[in-house]
């Protein structure tokens, strides 16, 4: 497997996570339908489904941009759970083939001022500097 790691949403994922986890459809004016559903709130939700849920690796990688876009709101709210770090760790790591474009994206390696990036971006740079 070179370098043909998910690098999109593609529509089908999109169907199947609307279908498999009730998430809503997108509407017309919809733009980057990954972070429009996330949510805080729905963190445990999305975890117990990536872990199962019978998932293609198209909406294991969709599934997986949701889950950290919903797990940096939940930290910038102080809502985050302790035990989700570990679980989404986990998670990163053994499908790391999968979420290697969204580890990269998330960990914003080429931003030095800290002041410019996610909430969750701390997390996601120890994760990909266990690749580097």
Do not use: C
Request: overall charge negative.
């Amino acid at each position: 497997m070179a370098d043909k790691y998910p690098k999109y949403v593609t529509q089908t994922a999109m169907k199947g996570l609307i279908q498999k986890i009730d998430l809503p459809a997108p509407d017309e004016f919809s733009q980057d339908w990954e972070y429009e559903v996330s949510d805080a709130a729905r963190v445990s939700e999305f975890l117990y489904a990536y872990e199962n849920v019978e998932l293609t690796t198209d909406e294991k990688f969709a599934l997986m941009i949701i889950i950290i876009s919903s797990f940096d709101d939940a930290i910038l709210e102080g809502s985050a759970e302790n035990n989700w770090s570990n679980l989404i760790r986990h998670h990163l790591l053994q499908d790391h083939r999968i979420h290697k474009h969204t580890i990269l994206y998330w960990a914003m390696l080429d931003e030095e001022d800290m002041s410019n990036v996610y909430a969750v971006t701390p997390f996601m740079r120890e994760i990909a500097h266990l690749f580097n």
